[in-house]
């Protein structure tokens, strides 16, 4: 090789590496713990998501995002995309009644039973509607049943927001907790109350949804050691091997298979026939850790949106 030649090469080698080698300063740079990239993160994710899934009509106003990182403990970053829109939430609204049940016990307000514990479980962990039903009986002192009397059923749906009234007076917003999840229902009193055009139907952010989530991570919500048990009974394999099935599975068909060896999920998914949620707490091997919380409407049975979703962070996380 001529003298010259050499140093010329090396050169061109440099120069070829230079645009990567910026591009992984920046996002390094973007997603420090506390850094202001998080937002460039989820819109990117989201633009690539309405990408992908555009041959089957994914539109922008049937997926919602927000991503709490908590790798800085005094500098969380949270970024959203269609965060503050209030969405059927489907069976993660059980989260909020679980949190719920402990303010109650811790208040003196609910009695602390085994009948009570093994529901909390049967909702959280297998996500049962039965369950659940059960809960919010307790937590609002209320009962399904017959049509009322129109004093009576003020009355009865009064009681039946007391769940409404905790999570406002703690600053939570554009949320509505006040009905039973049903496979077959509602009817009666419970059909009267979610109004003749559904109207009243629990509905949830994915910004409050993240909120308690990390709220429940960091063990500040209502107690560290409540905050705990809340947590465990989240807990799941994503890793664990299933038979397929029609029935989606909380370990592997939502967050969960995006998820590379060695990482860790918690998570409460919600799932009908026209809705598909998950809200992730996620563990890496790296150290990282963040709240993901994807609802999609629209697309049920489309198991690849979520973890689509859940892929793009957790490529720059890592």
């Keep these: 090789m001529n003298s010259w030649a050499q140093p010329l090469l090396l050169l061109l080698l440099l120069l070829t590496a230079l645009p990567r080698t910026l591009a992984q300063q920046n996002e390094s740079a973007l997603l420090k713990p506390g850094g202001g990239g998080l937002q460039a993160l989820v819109d990117s994710t989201v633009a690539a998501t309405l990408e992908k899934f555009a041959g089957k009509n994914l539109q922008s106003t049937q997926l919602a995002v927000t991503c709490i990182d908590l790798r800085a403990a005094d500098k969380l970053a949270q970024a959203s995309y269609r965060g503050d829109a209030p969405i059927y939430p489907a069976s993660v609204i059980k989260l909020f009644y679980l949190v719920a049940a402990h303010r109650w016990m811790a208040d003196?307000?609910?009695?602390?039973?085994?009948?009570?514990?093994?529901?909390?479980?049967?909702?959280?962990?297998?996500?049962?509607?039965?369950?659940?039903?059960?809960?919010?009986d307790l937590l609002t002192?209320?009962?399904?049943?017959?049509?009322?009397?129109?004093?009576?059923?003020?009355?009865?749906?009064?009681?039946?927001?007391?769940v409404n009234r905790y999570f406002l007076s703690v600053g939570y917003k554009k949320l509505n907790i006040n009905q039973k999840p049903w496979c077959e229902g509602p009817?009666?009193?419970?059909?009267?109350?979610?109004?003749?055009?559904?109207?009243?139907?629990?509905?949830?952010?994915?910004?409050a949804t993240a909120r308690?989530?990390?709220?429940?991570?960091?063990?500040?919500?209502?107690?560290?050691?409540?905050?705990?048990?809340?947590?465990?009974?989240?807990?799941?394999?994503?890793?664990?091997?299933?038979?397929?099935?029609?029935?989606p599975n909380q370990n592997v068909d939502f967050t969960g298979p995006a998820l590379p060896p060695g990482a860790k999920l918690w998570s409460k998914a919600g799932w009908t026939s026209t809705t598909r949620h998950d809200a992730a707490y996620v563990e890496l091997p790296n150290g990282a850790r963040f709240v993901l919380v994807t609802f999609t409407t629209g697309h049920a049975n489309e198991r690849e949106i979520i973890p689509f979703v859940a892929a793009k962070v957790i490529a720059a996380m890592k």
Excluded at 187 to 207: C, D, P, S
Excluded at 218 to 240: N, Y
Aim: proline share 5%; charged share 35%; glycine share 6%.
């Design 187 to 207: 009817y009666g009193r419970e059909r009267i109350f979610v109004g003749k055009n559904y109207e009243n139907r629990n509905a949830l952010t994915t910004e």
């Design 108 to 136: 003196g307000k609910l009695k602390d039973t085994e009948e009570l514990r093994r529901a909390m479980r049967d909702m959280i962990v297998d996500s049962g509607n039965d369950p659940t039903h059960y809960i919010v």
């Design 212 to 247: 308690l989530l990390a709220e429940i991570v960091q063990g500040r919500a209502i107690t560290a050691a409540r905050s705990h048990e809340t947590l465990k009974l989240m807990e799941r394999d994503p890793f664990k091997k299933i038979e397929p099935s029609c029935e």
């Design 141 to 162: 002192g209320t009962t399904s049943g017959p049509e009322l009397p129109e004093e009576q059923m003020k009355e009865w749906a009064d009681k039946r927001n007391a």
